[in-house]
């Protein structure tokens, strides 16, 4: 949630159990980063999700220095379910990845976790509902043979909201030994359940 600069952690981060080290967000989840968001998604207009990355690596680079960000050893994008892939004909946390690898020069971890599960989408549910969704929806691809231990991770999505779904995905991170996990988002936002 949003800080004040002197704060290192929101109240959220702090009463919650992540699996994540830190998490950094463009904007909360409001016009016109939602508006944004949805012609991207919803809409297919791909060049709102160059422009929102574009918008989060100026937001990024505001908050860390150019040696920071070289500690990263690989971004990795938030899976889709092939199903819900071939329905939207792209994933729209691959195109902020792919920019962000073409702009930050951060290699792509690519295809080591996958989305096994077929999930609703988490919009409109409770904070128990969403963990119960996403829980063991992600799996370590078994045809990777790639090794994370001790590496520093960056994994993209767009929208964080209770977290469920990263969290969820980098247990299978930490369970591999990656060094320390970090979320970039196009937004953070809460919900009242």
């Not at 209770?162 to 990656?178: F, H, P, Y």
């Amino acid at each position: 949630m949003p800080l004040n600069k002197n704060a290192q952690y929101c109240g959220d981060c702090l009463q919650k159990n992540y699996i994540f080290d830190h998490i950094h967000a463009l904007g909360d989840y409001q016009k016109p980063l939602s508006t944004l968001i949805k012609h991207l998604k919803y809409q297919q207009q791909l060049i709102a999700g160059e422009l929102l990355a574009q918008l989060l690596i100026k937001s990024i680079l505001s908050r860390y220095t150019k040696q920071q960000l070289l500690h990263f050893d690989y971004l990795l994008a938030v899976p889709l379910h092939p199903k819900k892939l071939q329905q939207r004909g792209f994933n729209q946390a691959q195109i902020i990845c792919d920019v962000l690898h073409q702009q930050l020069n951060i290699p792509i971890l690519e295809k080591y976790i996958l989305r096994n599960k077929e999930t609703i989408p988490q919009e409109g549910l409770s904070i128990i509902k969403r963990r119960k969704n996403v829980h063991g929806a992600f799996v370590k691809n078994l045809s990777s043979n790639q090794s994370i231990k001790g590496k520093n991770i960056i994994v993209i999505d767009d929208v964080v909201t209770t977290g469920a779904t990263v969290n969820s995905l980098c247990k299978i991170l930490a369970k591999q030994e990656a060094n320390t996990i970090t979320v970039f988002c196009l937004c953070r936002t809460a919900i009242n359940k």
